[in-house]
Each structure stands twice: as structure tokens, then as C-alpha cells.
């Protein structure tokens, strides 16, 4: 009991601290003034949402009947520059064509976005009078178009108002925003299921975001064939933050156990702890994730494990936005934020990149070896379904389990070993520290 204790001690101080994960985080707003319920002091119910959502091969050649249906006048398409001259984007504007839809391409999008490159398509978008926008790409794509979409609706915001406390304002999104379509390209995110967008603030080297239902894209497309352009490593990394989603929104605080217990419902945050719901999603993932992310990494053209990897991350992305994901994300933050020499394989990319997927999955291992103590019967399911025999496990080595699972896991996969592999050394743990910590940067959800 002791360090199940030492667990939700932790995750409870995280929450009091009142901030939030920078790329995932638990606001849906509070709202000035908010008070914690008179009558209990934890919560009690807990709400479902998600993009609507459609899958399918070749499902692309619709978003141009999508737009009509919309009655769009003028949409704005953004990608990256290595997407613009790819099969997915061909897609996209070979239907627009073709149902007659009018349309400008923003192809700048920053892979891993920082303040200032979402200030570029914020101003692109502000440039013109858009009414719906589509996002062509990963999750920053997605996030970009997110951010460039807020903005254009509510052209006279400071770019701070947005932005999550205690970097930005954190203000309320309060105006009607254009509708959104998410055409994800990479196998991962799930950024087309929720109301997040993400960036590195450069000013601070910190990574933060911006977080509010209203972000989220009105119809997510995904389309299983876009995956097979990924390079392998690409698609190492997008799996593994579907891995990460899928186990920390499995093993999140539960829901009922998340203070304060809200005095309105418009208080409850988008990230609730893990529920019966959610806890649906979070598993078929990790099933999924088992299965298929290795026949996937290694062999672009196997359609079967690269279209359930899609069909994963939107599982997942529905599970962790609705529960939320902790400390294997919080720790992320830093270690792709203070980048230094680092440059991933399989990205063509100009500038030192720790992608965001294995940012998150190098600190699993130990991660989830601490957070057993607080549901080990949960731990030892991931375990299992990862490849461990549990059957003669004790309770209190679940963490030892689901850790040697991943590394054996990970390893198969050739991930790097550990932050020394990315260009850290012990003299920048004390940076990684400052940039995980509560009170001095955004952290956990709860």
C-alpha cells in the first residue's frame, strides 16, 4: 500500500499544482472562480467526446464531396513540404478538383511546430477568408491547422490568449471557429480525435499548447492507404505513441478518485482519469499496438498492419482523450524541447528532432515500473498483452514485468537506448528536471 500511496500521492500534487501536459492537456475550461463541489470532494461522472470519424482505403476521393456538402466557398489545405508531394495530398486536391471545391495550399507546416512557424500559418490563414480549413499530415499538421483555424476565427486574440496557463492566458475559446477536416498521414497522434494543438515556445524552451473542444476537428478521415508512405522509422515512432497513449490512459488515476469534483458540468475537464469508456479504447489499442506495430515498422507494405496501426491510433486517441495520459508524456516535453544534436532517421527535416513518440517511449520502461504500485492488476494485463507470462506474477512485481515487456519490446524495435542515444548527458539532467517538474513548466494532466 505504501507505494501505491507514493503514486497517487504524486499524480494528486501534479494536480494541485493545477497544470497541464502541454500536448495533451485535461482543460476543458474552469472557468473564473471555479470551486470545488461542496459535497465531495472527488468526482463522480465522467463525459465522452471524439471527432466523428471515418475510416476506410481509398476513403480520401470523399473530401471533396465532404466540402461541397459543406457548401465551402474557399478552403484552405495545409501539409508540409514533404507531404505536398506525396500520394495523400494528391488525393485531397485531385477530389477538391474534381467536385469543383476552390482551394489554397499552405505546404510550411514545422514538423515538431514551434510559436513562431504556427505564427506563419496563422497569418497565411488570416490573409484570406477561409471557410473551412483540411489538415494533409501528422499531428503537426493537424495542430498547426488547429491553431491557424482559432486564429483566423478571432483575428483580434493576442497570440497568448489561447495558450495554456501559465505560459499563455489560457482564456476560454468563446467564438464559432470553421469547420475542420483531419486527413491523417501518420499512424500515431491522434490529433484528428481531439481538441489539442501542440508547440515548442521557443522563448522558454518549453513545449506547451493550446486545449479546447472547439479544436477539434468536426470529421476526422482516415484513410489506411496514406500509412504506406511512411518510412520506417516514422512509422516506429508514431506507433510508439500510440503504445504510450493506450498504457498511461489505461493506468491513469481513475476517474472517481480526480478532485475537485466540479460545481458545474462545463467545469470537467476533457481529461478525467481513466473510466469504463475510455478503459475499452485504451485496451483494443494495446491489442492492436501487440499485434501489429512490429509487422508494421518492418514492412512498409504490408497493408493488413499498417491500416490497424491507423485504425489504432484513433483508438487510442479516443481513450487518452477522454482519460488522459501522465508520466511517461509529462518527461517528453524536455527531452524533445531541449534538443541539441540529435537528428532523426527517417525525417527530412533541416534542424535537431527528438520525435515526439520516442521522446514519450524512452522513459516507459521506468515509468510504468514506478505507477504499478497504484493499479498492479492493470500493469499485469498490459504486460500480458504485450507478451509476458504473468500467470505465476506477483502483485507487487507488476512493474518489473510490464518493464522488462517493453524493453524487450522497444528493443525489437531498435529504439535508441535510453537519453544518452539522443545526446544527453548527466550534466543536462538538471534541465530535464526544470523542464518536468510542475511549478516550472507544463506537466501532467492530473
Request: with cysteine; proline share 6%.
Amino acid at each position: 500500500m505504501a507505494g501505491r500511496d507514493r503514486v497517487v500521492s504524486l499524480l494528486r500534487q501534479l494536480e494541485r499544482a493545477a497544470c497541464r501536459c502541454p500536448a495533451h492537456s485535461n482543460t476543458f475550461h474552469r472557468g473564473v472562480g471555479a470551486a470545488s463541489c461542496t459535497v465531495r470532494k472527488t468526482d463522480y461522472a465522467f463525459e465522452m467526446a471524439s471527432s466523428n470519424i471515418r475510416y476506410g482505403g481509398g476513403v480520401t476521393r470523399e473530401v471533396g464531396m465532404d466540402l461541397q456538402n459543406l457548401g465551402a466557398r474557399n478552403v484552405c489545405v495545409m501539409t508540409d513540404q514533404t507531404l505536398s508531394r506525396l500520394p495523400p495530398v494528391a488525393a485531397v486536391l485531385e477530389s477538391l478538383a474534381k467536385n469543383g471545391v476552390r482551394y489554397r495550399v499552405y505546404d510550411s507546416v514545422r514538423v515538431e511546430p514551434t510559436d513562431a512557424s504556427f505564427k506563419d500559418a496563422i497569418s497565411f490563414a488570416k490573409n484570406d477568408s477561409f471557410d473551412v480549413f483540411v489538415a494533409v499530415g501528422g499531428g503537426s499538421v493537424i495542430d498547426t491547422c488547429k491553431a491557424a483555424n482559432l486564429y483566423a476565427s478571432h483575428p483580434d486574440a493576442d497570440f497568448l490568449d489561447f495558450v495554456n496557463a501559465p505560459i499563455g492566458k489560457g482564456k476560454p475559446v468563446t467564438g464559432a471557429m470553421r469547420p475542420l477536416i483531419a486527413v491523417p498521414t501518420t499512424a500515431g497522434t491522434g490529433s484528428e480525435t481531439t481538441g489539442v494543438a501542440i508547440f515548442d515556445y521557443e522563448p522558454l524552451k518549453a513545449k506547451t499548447g493550446i486545449a479546447s473542444r472547439a479544436l477539434r476537428p468536426v470529421l476526422g478521415i482516415v484513410d489506411p492507404l496514406h500509412t504506406l508512405s511512411m518510412p520506417e522509422r516514422v512509422a516506429a515512432n508514431s506507433g510508439f505513441d500510440v503504445l504510450c497513449h493506450a498504457l498511461e490512459s489505461y493506468t491513469a488515476l481513475p476517474y472517481h478518485q480526480r478532485a475537485p469534483c466540479p460545481t458545474n458540468p462545463i467545469n470537467r475537464p476533457a481529461y478525467q482519469g481513466s473510466n469504463p469508456i475510455s478503459d475499452v479504447w485504451s485496451r483494443q489499442a494495446l491489442h492492436v499496438v501487440a499485434k501489429y506495430m512490429k509487422r508494421a515498422v518492418r514492412d512498409p507494405e504490408d497493408v493488413e498492419a499498417r491500416s490497424s496501426m491507423h485504425l489504432a491510433s484513433v483508438f487510442a486517441g479516443i481513450g487518452f482523450g477522454n482519460a488522459g495520459v501522465h508520466l511517461c508524456h509529462g518527461m517528453s516535453y524536455p527531452i524533445a524541447g531541449n534538443v541539441k544534436t540529435h537528428y532523426a532517421k527517417g525525417y527530412s527535416v533541416e534542424h535537431p528532432l527528438v520525435p515526439h513518440g520516442l521522446s514519450v517511449v524512452l522513459t516507459s520502461p521506468a515509468v510504468f515500473n514506478f505507477t504499478a504500485p497504484m493499479c498492479p492488476e492493470r500493469h499485469l494485463e498490459a504486460a500480458e498483452i504485450l507478451g509476458a507470462d504473468v500467470r505465476q506474477v506477483k502483485r507487487e512485481d507488476a512493474g518489473l514485468v510490464l518493464a522488462d515487456a517493453l524493453r524487450c519490446f522497444l528493443s525489437e524495435l531498435q529504439v535508441e537506448d535510453g537519453l544518452s542515444a539522443v545526446g544527453y548527458s548527466k550534466d543536462d539532467i538538471p534541465a530535464l528536471v526544470k523542464g518536468t517538474i510542475p511549478q516550472v513548466s507544463l506537466t501532467w494532466t492530473f
